[in-house]
C-alpha cells in the first residue's frame, strides 16, 4: 500500500472513531396493507396471510374480486384483518370520499396474494373495472404481486408481457414457485409461500423507516 492510500485509510478510521455509524429506527406507526385477493385456488392462503400481517401489527384492508368470494368468504378475511372487506365499489354508499380511494391514499402497500393472470392482465392495461384495480391506479404505494395459476398460463407470452409490463413500472413480484398445482398439472405457478411473502412485505413496508445515521 502507498503512503497515499495508508493516510485515506487512517483518516476515514478517525473519521469513524468520531462519528460511529449507528442504525436508528423511526418508531413506525401502524402501516396500512391492502390485500388484494383474487379468483384463485389458491385464494383460502390469503386467510393465513391477513393473520401473519395482523400479527406482524399492522392494519389490515382486505379488497377481493367478485370471482375471489367464490373460494374465500369475505367473512373469512373480515373476521381475521378485523376490518371491512371491499368487494364492490357499491359497498362505499355512506362515506362522501369513495372508500377506494381512501383506501388508496392510506395504503402503505398495496400486496395482491394471489393474484389470477385475469387481475394481472388487467394492471398491465390500466384497466379500473372493480376496486382492487382502480386502488392498483390510484395507490402511490409498493405494489406487490404474487400470482398462482397453471404453469402453461404463467408461461404464456401475453402473461410474461404483462408482467414485464408491470416489472418496468416499479412493481414487485414475489413467486410463483415450481410445484403440484391444483389444476393437476406440476409446475411453475404455485403461489410462494405465505410466511415468505408477509416477510418480503415486512421488508417493504420498513425499508424506509431504517436510517444510517
Ligand atoms: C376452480 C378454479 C380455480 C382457478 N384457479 C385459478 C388460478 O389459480 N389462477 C388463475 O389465474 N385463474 C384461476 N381460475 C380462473 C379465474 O377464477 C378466472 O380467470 C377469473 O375470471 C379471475 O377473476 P379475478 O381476477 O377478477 O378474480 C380458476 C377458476 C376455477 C373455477
Known amino acids: ?9 487512517n483518516f476515514k478510521r478517525k473519521l469513524e472513531r468520531v462519528r460511529p455509524r449507528k442504525v436508528v429506527n423511526i418508531p413506525a406507526d401502524r402501516k396500512s ?9 389458491a385464494a383460502y392462503k390469503s386467510a393465513e396471510l391477513a393473520s401473519l400481517l395482523v400479527k406482524q401489527g399492522h392494519e389490515v384492508f382486505a379488497v377481493m374480486t367478485h370471482d375471489a368470494a367464490e373460494f374465500i368468504s369475505p367473512l373469512t378475511l373480515q373476521t381475521l384483518s378485523k376490518n371491512p372487506v371491499m368487494t364492490s ?12 380511494i381512501g383506501l388508496a391514499d392510506r395504503a402503505n402497500l398495496l400486496l395482491i396474494a394471489p393474484a389470477t393472470a385475469h387481475v394481472i392482465a388487467e394492471l398491465a392495461q390500466g384497466l379500473a373495472g372493480h376496486p382492487l384495480a ?10 406487490l404481486v404474487a ?15 404483462n408482467v414485464e409490463k ?10 410463483p ?7 393437476g398439472y406440476e409446475g411453475l405457478g404455485r403461489l ?21 445515521a
Open 1 to 9: 500500500m502507498d503512503d497515499m492510500a495508508a493516510m485515506e485509510k
Open 33 to 41: 396493507v391492502v390485500l388484494g385477493v383474487t379468483g384463485s385456488i
Open 89 to 100: 365499489f357499491f359497498d362505499e354508499k355512506e362515506s362522501w370520499r369513495p372508500g377506494h
Open 134 to 143: 382502480a386502488i392498483a391506479l390510484a395507490t402511490r404505494a409498493p405494489i
Open 147 to 161: 400470482p398462482a395459476m397453471n404453469g402453461k398460463m404463467w408461461s404464456h407470452p401475453a402473461t410474461q408481457e
Open 166 to 175: 408491470l416489472k418496468a413500472r416499479g412493481v414487485e413480484f414475489i413467486g
Open 177 to 183: 414457485e415450481e410445484g403440484m398445482l391444483a389444476c
Open 192 to 212: 410462494w409461500k405465505v410466511n415468505e411473502i408477509a416477510f418480503r412485505a415486512e421488508f417493504l413496508l420498513t425499508q424506509h423507516d431504517t436510517l444510517i
